[in-house]
């Protein structure tokens, strides 16, 4: 479409030949008919016989109106406005946005967008010999449409529809029950939350696992069969069928405000709420959280035999005795003393020797020449020390000729009687030792006693130490357990009641030894502070201001 129809039908043509390039096409001559020059054929710059895009002629035209109906102005037949033929659908009528069945002012000869006569009825051939063309040019839709219609049928109805009878299809809905029961057989009427609850699909469940894939599924299944020949009930059946037959009685709880109901003690063992319980086995309480699983014996012992409160000696009462505060002073004492003594031997170790006992040039030689001359003298004195004779020690062992020679059978067999002699002889005495034992058994059995009498004390030391070591610290950590210092005071320092009494040490250093000392947690050490980075002082700008 240009446009309105105008008094030069040739701005369209013109503007179009001017757009294309060089070819054959509508600005340079061809082989064939084009639109700058006249040709055989109808063209589109000239009148010709046939209908064209710039002069009117008997066929409807685009630009110009005509007797038939056209784009600009309505006529009897379908016009752009109306659905029907119109200049941008293809009419019965050659247009000039169409091409006709004659040549065309676009391209030389027949159009290339539209095939021709001789196009339309060729067949395209396709080669099916190989599996990916034949997948690729093979029109399966049909098939797929029957497949998914059938599954479709499957999950809503349950199977194919054309196989149902119509009682399963249909039911009779007269608007009254009594009428509804006799025409569907007795089928009420299906409710709609009925309906909800239904499975989406009507595919039926698949069945359970196969025999052969059940590991010793022959095995079960014998043995079931013999239990069922038998009439063996198996324990949890019997258990289940007992149950059943005696169900359990339920009483209404009475009201809890009643003040006449009875009471119970809470930590005693006879608790009525503990009578539902009774008779059951351990192994169902336990599984349904009714009753505490046994906890091991090893679980239930303290980790130490320490109290948790430990009572302080008497001497460090606010008021003690003479006596009981000397007893705490000297065991205070005895601490400070060892402690006094482990920094003595540290620092004895650690410490230069005086300068008396400073090694000199002289000490240093004679320590590292220490023995060179006694050895030396030895050397020189162990040639003359040899005895003249005694070569065989100087020179080596000498081989002995007469070792190597074979035995005869003379002397196996007085080897063999040396054996057997002396093999007797043993014998003999072992049975002498054991005939003089029956005359010492009194003696043996005073042995005896001494002995277990030995492995009972030796047993009761293990016993004792084994106490002491439970009542003990044990090494938990990498650091070792140490007492705290004992909280004593001095006897000028003793107040003779509560008010003035100064109070010394921290509860909670107390309580935090108590844990370390009955194993409880390890003995710890507070984690000191090292800094990365060295402190820098840097004076402030209004400080360094201030001047005075």
């Avoid at 446009?3 to 701005?11: I, L």
């Avoid at 247009?95 to 539209?114: E, M």
């Avoid at 012992?301 to 430990?310: F, G, T, Y």
């Avoid at 003035?500 to 844990?515: N, Q, T, V």
Wanted: aromatic share 4%.
């Amino acid at each position: 479409m240009c446009g309105p129809p105008s008094p030069s039908p040739s701005v369209c043509v013109m503007a179009a030949a001017t757009a294309s390039r060089p070819g054959p096409s509508a600005s340079t001559p061809g082989p064939g008919p084009s639109a700058s020059t006249p040709g055989p054929g109808p063209s589109a710059s000239t009148p010709g016989p046939g209908p064209s895009a710039s002069t009117p002629g008997p066929g409807p035209s685009a630009s110009t109106p005509g007797p038939g109906p056209s784009a600009s102005t309505p006529g009897p037949g379908p016009s752009a406005s109306t659905p029907g033929l119109s200049a941008s659908t293809p009419g019965p009528g050659p247009s000039a946005s169409t091409p006709g069945p004659g040549p065309s002012a676009s391209t030389p000869g027949l159009s290339a967008s539209t095939p021709g006569p001789a196009a339309s009825g060729r067949r395209k051939r396709l080669n099916k010999n190989k599996k990916k063309s034949w997948n690729k040019h093979s029109d399966v839709r049909e098939v797929e449409e029957f497949l998914d219609d059938v599954r479709l049928q499957e999950r809503t109805v349950g199977g194919l529809v054309s196989e149902k009878t119509d009682d399963s299809l249909y039911f009779v809905d007269t608007g009254d029950d009594k009428k509804d029961l006799i025409h569907n057989k007795g089928k009420l009427k299906p409710l709609w939350v009925d309906l909800v609850l239904q499975s989406d699909s009507k595919v039926a469940v698949p069945k359970d696992i196969l025999a052969h894939q059940i590991p010793n599924s022959r095995k079960l299944r014998k043995k079931a069969d013999q239990e069922k020949r038998f009439g063996i009930v198996r324990r949890k059946e019997r258990l289940l069928y007992a149950r059943l037959k005696k169900p359990a009685v339920k009483t209404k709880p009475g009201a809890n405000n009643n003040p006449s109901r009875g009471f119970y003690d809470l930590w005693s063992n006879t608790n009525p709420l503990d009578q539902e319980l009774e008779g059951k086995e351990a192994w169902f309480l336990e599984q349904t959280k009714r009753k505490r699983p046994k906890r091991p014996i090893k679980q239930q012992q303290k980790p130490s035999q320490v109290s948790a409160i430990e009572v302080i000696a008497p001497g460090g009462s606010y008021n003690p005795t003479f006596e009981s505060h000397q007893a705490l002073l000297l065991a205070a004492h005895e601490v400070e003393v060892k402690k006094r003594r482990t920094e003595e031997k540290i620092n004895r170790q650690v410490s230069l020797p005086p300068a008396a006992e400073l090694p000199t040039k002289e000490t240093v030689l004679q320590e590292l020449c220490q023995g060179l001359l006694e050895d030396s003298e030895g050397e020189e004195q162990e040639p003359d020390a040899l005895p003249s004779g005694n070569t065989e020690a100087a020179e080596g062992p000498v081989w002995n000729v007469f070792s190597c020679e074979k035995k005869t059978e003379r002397d196996r067999k007085r080897e063999k009687i040396f054996k057997r002699q002396e093999l007797r002889i043993k014998e003999q005495k072992q049975a002498r030792e054991r005939q003089q034992q029956l005359f010492r058994l009194r003696s043996i059995k005073g042995e005896v006693r001494q002995l277990e009498l030995r492995r009972a004390e030796k047993k009761a030391e293990r016993t004792e130490k084994r106490k002491v070591e439970a009542s003990k610290p044990r090494r938990l950590g990498r650091l070792k357990y140490q007492d705290p210092d004992l909280d004593v005071k001095l006897s000028e320092e003793l107040a003779g009641s509560l008010r003035a009494l100064k109070p010394e040490g921290s509860i909670l250093a107390d309580r935090f030894k108590s844990l370390q000392k009955r194993n409880l947690i390890e003995p710890r050490q507070r984690a000191k502070f090292k800094r990365k980075h060295k402190l820098k002082y840097v004076e402030k700008r209004a400080f360094r201001e201030v001047t005075l």
